[in-house]
Nanobody, 130 residues
């Protein structure tokens, strides 16, 4: 069973920065693709960024150039560095992992689609407000 725990959210002023962390645990967690999603009140959960164990990445157009995703395989943690934050970035941010895993399965894929992921964290709140 793969588990994910997000942290690093908080209140920040427009133009500020935050770094979110997604700590993964469980067998094969270092060999699957990880995605960041966010959900604002009244809106659908949307993909923000994703990364594979080999370093392939993708970003939503709305965050491109402002957010940076990275992965520390030794710590089994994925980070999302957010800068130049805007009020519209306010949302609950979730990380997700692909699965289920079994030997020979292909899970190390970077996907921006919610349906590509099986395991989800509980989310961390990011609020951008002056």
């Amino acid at each position: 069973q793969l588990q994910l725990v997000e942290s690093g959210g908080g209140l920040v002023q427009p133009g500020g920065s935050l770094r979110l962390s997604c700590a993964a645990s469980g067998p094969t967690s270092g060999a699957v693709g990880i995605g960041w999603f966010r959900q604002a009140p009244g809106k659908e959960r949307e993909g923000v960024s994703c990364i594979t164990s080999s370093g392939a990445i993708n970003y939503a157009d709305s965050v491109k150039g402002r957010f940076t995703i990275s992965r520390d395989n030794a710590k089994n943690t994925v980070y999302l560095e957010m800068s130049s934050l805007k009020p519209e970035d306010t949302a609950v941010y979730y990380c997700a992992a692909r699965g289920p895993y079994w030997p020979g399965s292909i899970q190390d894929i970077c996907s921006m689609y919610r349906t590509s992921y099986t395991y989800w964290g509980q989310g961390t709140q990011v609020t951008v407000s002056s």
